[in-house]
């Protein structure tokens, strides 16, 4: 018999760990670093920004960096991507979501710095063109949206002088295709790393895409630096537990910030490496996000196969869970998260007891593929078309995220919101609704500015697409907007018609919304029957 070492493949390498200013010191001007990061601070490598954005305040070095990130990274407090968005230290961000980072839509806004925004999917799904060495990425996820190169061209500003893709057309189809480009170096963030440098993940809520971006970087000649909580011995890490092999990882990092995500700092129900236990959590207040949420939930149906965007529509899932049916169906969340209860606000992008958890480029094949039976989305602007603007609002540019993604092939759409924005407030009422003071602005719109869903290419692919709102809901058709249904309480008039920037289509009197949606303690909701397995057109 010849023995085998328990740990038999690796190199111990002296200069695997690094101090972070040594490890920024590496990033020369002009490169292309690509950091990792799922949305929030989930993976986000808050130590290596910490440490670029120090070493610019004191050598004024790296100089014009382009700068790619997939989710939105930030906590709205100047974490997260926020430290590097310094003009002259970034020349352009190539991103799907800035609404996190005030100093960087700043930044955008101001023209200081190019920025281009694309679906989540489509940086994500680039990675591993990217890592393949692969001419680029080919996809019809955002035709008919702003970044088409015959609309905005994912251009957030004027600054910016052209996009990334071009509009190509294969066997008589239209796709856009996106070039790859080297990485001269991902940041990435992760649990534990072994002396040979393979990378753990296990207090993480999410697994994301660092095992393509990790090979993209390495394929492109570039540096991978993955900053860790902790590092470990030799073999400590089991194999299968490994997300990114050693050879992979050229440096590693120590860091001191120990959150999942900028409010949870620790909890093991949302990494799936422990078994489910049973668990409480606080239902959502009783307000018009509530009521947006519930009217919303009722659409779904039995064996769904459902994700849920940020913004209102994250109460759908706490919704279910309160009137009992949230086993009823399966939510995703673009992350790489199957079933659980996805979190809310800066909890987003995570889930408690989840089923499953895959890497994010996998996910988000699912998705383009078309997938997804149900989507519930917010929005910022619905215009007469019915086209959703999610991109920029109010003059600040915000991104797609994984909207287009997930809109563009969705079975079912449920847009929420309310129907005006800016401090309004509502009084809900035995199951009537009042307004007591409406928003500033309005959402119903007669153009929006950004097309983030093609309202047209959605009737053509046979979609159904309903708009909540906390007093109102419309359904698409072929003719635009139709109002359907109003709110107990409202007046159509002057509640309704009036406040909104078009007249919708109106065939007849619109039905009362259900007046359970407008009472305190659990509704009563269910779920639809279970759908036929006929899938819509994916052209």
């Known amino acids: 018999m010849i023995p085998l070492d328990a740990a038999p493949s690796g190199h111990r390498r002296s200069d695997l760990h690094l101090t972070p200013a040594a490890a920024v010191n590496l990033i020369a001007d002009g490169a292309t670093v690509a950091v990792g990061g799922t949305g929030s601070l989930l993976q986000v490598p808050e130590t290596l920004l910490t440490a670029l954005e120090q070493r610019w305040e004191t050598d004024h070095g790296p100089a014009g960096l382009d700068v790619v990130h997939v989710m939105g990274l930030g906590d709205h407090e100047g974490r997260g991507i926020d430290h590097i968005a310094i003009p002259g230290l970034v020349r352009r961000f190539i991103g799907s979501h800035f609404v996190l980072s005030p100093r960087q839509q700043a930044l955008i806004a101001g023209n200081e710095v190019e920025a281009i925004g694309l679906p989540a999917g489509t940086i994500s799904l680039l990675y591993r063109e990217i890592a393949a060495r692969r001419?680029?990425?080919?996809?019809?996820?955002?035709?008919?949206?702003?970044?088409?190169?015959?609309?905005?061209?994912?251009?957030?500003?004027?600054?910016?002088?052209?996009?990334?893709?071009?509009?190509?057309?294969?066997?008589?189809?239209?796709?856009?295709?996106?070039?790859?480009?080297?990485?001269?170096?991902?940041?990435?963030?992760?649990?534990?790393?072994?002396?040979?440098?393979?990378?753990?993940?296990?207090?993480?809520?999410?697994?994301?895409?660092?095992?393509?971006?990790?090979?993209?970087?390495?394929?492109?000649?570039?540096?991978?630096?993955?900053?860790?909580?902790?590092?470990?011995?030799?073999?400590?890490?089991?194999?299968g537990r490994v997300r990114i092999p050693g050879p992979l990882v050229d440096h590693v990092v120590l860091t001191g910030y120990p959150k999942q995500t900028p409010v949870t700092v620790d909890d093991p129900r949302r990494t799936g490496t422990v078994p489910n236990q049973p668990t409480e959590v606080e239902p959502l207040p009783f307000d018009e996000r509530k009521v947006v949420a519930r009217r919303a939930a009722v659409e779904l149906c039995e064996g769904d196969l459902a994700n849920l965007g940020v913004g209102m529509a994250n109460g759908i899932s706490y919704v279910a869970l309160e009137e009992g049916f949230l086993d009823r169906f399966t939510l995703t969340v673009e992350q790489g998260i199957f079933g659980g209860l996805p979190g809310v606000g800066l909890d987003s992008g995570t889930a408690i007891n989840p089923s499953a958890i895959v890497d994010m480029p996998g996910q988000f094949d699912l998705y383009d593929g078309g997938g997804l039976d149900f989507a519930g989305l917010a929005f910022a602007e619905i215009d007469r078309r019915g086209n959703v603007n999610v991109a920029a609002a109010g003059g600040k540019p915000i991104g797609p995220g994984g909207f287009i993604d997930i809109s563009q092939k969705a079975r079912t759409i449920v847009f929420c919101g309310t129907l005006r924005g800016g401090g309004l407030q509502v009084r809900l009422d035995d199951g009537k609704l009042a307004i007591t003071t409406d928003g500033r602005y309005p959402k119903f719109v007669p153009e929006v500015s950004h097309i983030s869903f093609n309202a047209e290419r959605a009737c053509r692919r046979g979609q159904r697409v309903l708009y909540v709102t906390e007093r109102a809901v419309f359904r698409l058709t072929g003719e635009g907007v139709e109002l359907v249904e109003i709110a107990p309480g409202v007046d159509l008039h002057r509640d309704v018609l009036d406040r909104m920037g078009f007249a919708p289509v109106l065939r007849t009197e619109p039905r009362l919304m259900d007046p359970r949606l407008f009472r305190a303690g659990p509704a009563g909701l269910k779920p639809r029957p279970r759908r036929d397995t006929e899938r819509p057109h994916h052209s």
């Open 135 to 239: 001419p680029g990425l080919f996809t019809d996820i955002g035709l008919g949206t702003f970044v088409d190169p015959r609309q905005q061209w994912g251009r957030m500003n004027s600054r910016t002088p052209e996009g990334l893709s071009e509009l190509v057309t294969l066997r008589g189809q239209e796709w856009l295709f996106y070039p790859g480009f080297d990485l001269d170096v991902a940041l990435l963030r992760a649990t534990e790393a072994d002396v040979d440098g393979n990378i753990g993940m296990d207090d993480e809520a999410a697994i994301g895409d660092n095992l393509a971006l990790a090979q993209a970087a390495h394929n492109s000649g570039g540096l991978v630096i993955v900053e860790v909580k902790r590092l470990v011995d030799r073999g400590e890490i089991p194999a």
